[in-house]
């Protein structure tokens, strides 16, 4: 909660008061009431944010009053009316239109023309728009003058105190509409809520500029897009909790995600349903809609079932033991959970079986369709389950947007196009023990846009499909242990940008079948492409002990990327090819500019076969109690270092740029080593 400070506060007693006298209130008609905006005198608020899409409609209800900021698109008056009337309100008293974008005004004209409005206000920048002409029309018809806000307006409603500010400039340099925004300060005793409506920028800054009160709750500004000062914003009015406006087609900003958690906001977005916040003054909670349920029996736990039941939206301290689960509709997934909720499967049989997914980026970037999908905060564990994916696009196991997912000793089968086996995107957590998954399409274990953790011990991991159906796909920081990571007609496993993949104790095994043309075969692949799912910067891959094979290809491949690869006493199995190592450019990135810059550790490490290193790339190769028997060919930058307890038997004519460390190792066996284009003398 935050208190007002005391100039704060006096400022607002006496402009309550002024407006009290002059006007009246809702629902307390004496100046008395002012003194009611004291910290301990809180009355019941509920703040409910419409799933309206990415746009506003919030209603924010007292006891006796009710104010609505904002109404949605064309068309989404009819929702709120609807709302309205189930939660038998009577008479609108406020409605606060921030700007007239019709994501904002939409539906104001079909509330207007339908529902008791006492008192408009609205923003100070007009817009030609059908949707504004509508809004205009409605007010003529209902015999309303709204307020244009030009200065700051003060207004209390059961003994709620609401401040309007509104934009200090008539025009803006960019976006004279977003940046035109009202933004309400909502005062309930101690608690302070904060809507920013569509405020950028320039307006952030001028809102900044004025010192605001810290907050317990925030209304992003803008959809929660990262307009330049969403950060200065969030530190300076330190939430509690967050809401973002948004929808699976136009999402929430991972950059303003990534700086809520930073500071520690509990957030909650309405593409995963509506949001009801509640406030008496001292405490503030919010939920989702879709989490409540009015029949406690809906929460059951399903002990010892083997019963068949629909696609669940998982609800908080719920268990289920045993049951089938399936789900037959299109961007449905089987379990779901978000929000607050930490749910538990034990013994469950869950089945995708049909309905593909509508959008192949909100599947792979969302997890949208997949047979169990956990976002937004949620945690659930799985323990015994069977996982069945049939659809297309539909993933077996999806942990998004800071969603956590436990699963122990589970089989995930993922048969339909288009998805992996289990995965981790948007910042999601994945933590797994002793699994058994195969996949047909995509990797077996997978990351997509924004990444992620995954952890996992033990178990199998088999993908069967050619062409991009690796064992393991990073676009986050993956670790296994102790497994067994086989991909049938792909590369064994593939690092974009960014990110990682550790190895420990694993069978690994790659097959690589590229047909693309200018494809290098390869087992391990770390790359950067153009698709913008991962961050630029450094992949590294990491091995320590077990074994690795590649049954067609080099057993290493970098490019268009820096690259670092550690090895320990790793057990290599090269392919006919013999090929150890290629740094070189691709297909992939600018040409020219597409090599990349790779150093490689091995350590306790036995290395044979050939490297190559092309005209614009690097290599940096460090040998630490370790031997390599085998030949480097290097257009580009290539050094070479190695310690007392190494050794370097040539295998052929190898160019190098460099050569340090203890050179007693070094044996030439009878072929030419060049160092910076001169042989060296052995």
């Known amino acids: ?40 005198s809180g009355v019941p608020l509920e703040v409910y944010f419409f799933d309206a899409g990415k746009a506003d409609a919030i209603l924010l209800t007292t006891e006796n009053g009710a104010v609505l900021i904002d109404c949605g698109v064309k068309g989404f008056g009819q929702t709120i009316l609807d709302h309205l009337g189930a939660k038998g309100v009577s008479r609108i008293d406020y409605l606060i239109v921030t700007h007239f974008d019709q994501d904002h005004v939409g539906g104001a004209a079909k509330v207007i023309n339908n529902f008791p409005v006492g008192t408009v206000l609205q923003s100070n920048q007009p817009k030609d728009s059908e949707e504004y002409g509508k809004y205009l029309k409605a007010l003529n018809n209902a015999k309303l003058e709204a307020v244009t806000v030009r200065e700051d307006y003060d207004f209390v409603l059961d003994g709620v105190l609401f401040s309007v500010n509104p934009p200090r400039k008539s025009d803006y340099q960019s976006d004279d509409s977003n940046n035109s925004s009202l933004i309400v300060t909502v005062y309930n005793g101690e608690n302070v809520l904060l809507f920013m409506g569509d405020a950028q920028e320039e307006r952030l800054e001028e809102y900044l500029e004025a010192s605001p009160v810290d907050c317990d709750l925030l209304k992003l500004p803008h959809h929660g897009a990262d307009d330049g000062l969403t950060d200065d914003l969030i530190v300076a009015v330190k939430p509690e909790l967050a809401v ?162 436990y699963l122990d ?39 997509d846009r924004g990444g992620g953790t995954m952890i996992l011990d033990g178990g199998t991991y088999t993908s069967t499909g050619s062409n991009g159906c690796p064992a393991v796909y990073s676009t986050a920081d993956i670790t296994v242990k102790n497994a067994s990571c086989v991909s049938e007609q792909s590369r064994a496993v593939i690092i974009e940008g960014k990110n990682s993949v550790t190895l420990e104790n694993c069978v690994l095994t790659g097959n690589d079948q590229s047909t693309k043309e200018g494809s290098v075969k390869a087992n391990v692949l770390l790359y950067q492409s153009a698709s913008g799912d991962a961050s630029v910067g450094t992949g590294v891959f990491t091995m320590t002990g077990g074994s690795m094979t590649s049954q067609s290809g080099a057993m290493f491949y970098c490019t268009n990327t820096v690259s670092k690869i550690y090895l320990r006493d790793a057990e290599l199995a090269l392919s006919e090819e013999g090929t150890l190592l290629i740094v070189s450019a691709g297909r992939w990135g600018r040409e020219g500019r597409n090599g990349s810059d790779c150093e490689f550790y091995a350590m306790d490490q036995a290395l044979e076969g050939l490297i190559t290193v092309d005209a614009i790339s690097s290599l940096s190769m460090m040998l630490n109690n370790s031997s390599f028997s085998g030949a480097i060919h290097g257009d580009g930058e290539v050094s070479m270092s190695m310690d007392a307890g190494s050794t370097w038997i040539l295998t052929g004519d190898s160019w190098i740029t460099s050569m340090d460390g203890d050179l007693g190792g070094l044996n030439l066996n009878g072929y030419t080593l060049y160092i910076n284009g001169e042989a060296f003398p052995g």
């Open 244 to 405: 973002i406006t948004c929808s699976e087609e136009e999402p929430e900003s991972e950059i303003t995600m990534a700086l809520l958690a930073d500071a520690d906001a509990e957030s909650f977005l309405t593409r995963v349903s509506a949001v009801k916040v509640f406030s008496d003054g001292s405490s503030i909670a919010a939920e989702y809609e879709a989490a409540i349920s009015d029949d406690e029996d809906e929460r059951m736990s399903f002990q010892n079932d083997t019963a068949q039941y629909p696609a669940r939206v998982l609800h908080d301290d719920e268990e289920i033991a045993g049951g089938t689960f399936i789900a037959e509709s299109q961007d449905e997934s089987v379990l779901e959970a978000s929000g607050n909720v930490n749910a538990t499967v034990t013994g469950a049989v869950l089945k995708k079986i049909s309905g593909d997914s509508s959008s192949a980026d909100a599947a792979s970037f969302r997890g949208v369709n997949s047979a169990v999908r956990v976002y937004g905060n949620a945690v659930v564990t799985m323990t015994d389950c069977e996982i069945l994916a049939e659809a297309k696009n539909a993933t077996g196991v999806f942990a998004y947007e800071q969603g956590v997912v």
């Open 1 to 40: 909660m935050k208190s007002l400070s005391p100039s704060r506060l006096v400022f607002l007693l006496l402009t309550c008061l002024l407006l009290l006298t002059a006007f009246g209130c809702a629902s307390a008609t004496t100046a008395a009431d002012a003194g009611m905006l004291k910290s301990e």
């Open 409 to 447: 000793n589970c089989n995930v089968q993922v048969a339909g196009g288009g998805a992996g086996g289990i995965q981790v995107a948007g910042g999601g957590t994945l933590f797994g023990h002793n699994l058994i998954v195969t996949s047909a399409s995509k990797a077996a274990i997978r990351s």
